[in-house]
């Protein structure tokens, strides 16, 4: 049981809240070209699971890593960190 506590979170924002207790979080990260050196940003998007319906389009939000809920969801909603305003 200690790999519970290993589990991947990510800091983004809400993009979609259209469906049925799922959101869309895209976490944007800053990469440095292996070439040329030049920092780079880079949008992921993840599916997450949020139970109560909660979470508002631009939304800032803490996902975790959780077993596979549905065919794209992988993560689950941690906690609000900040509301749209």
Do not use: Q
């Not at 949008?43 to 549905?70: Q, Y």
């Amino acid at each position: 049981m200690e790999s519970r506590n290993l589990r991947k979170e990510r800091i983004g924002k809400v993009v979609s809240n259209k469906m049925d207790k799922s959101i869309t979080v895209a976490v944007h990260s800053r990469i440095k070209h292996p070439m040329y050196g030049k920092f780079l940003g880079k949008t992921s998007k993840f599916m997450a699971h949020d139970d109560k319906n909660e979470c508002g389009i631009g939304d800032t939000v803490r996902i975790m890593e959780t077993r596979p809920l549905s065919k794209n969801k992988r993560w689950r909603l941690v906690e609000i960190i900040e509301r749209a305003k």
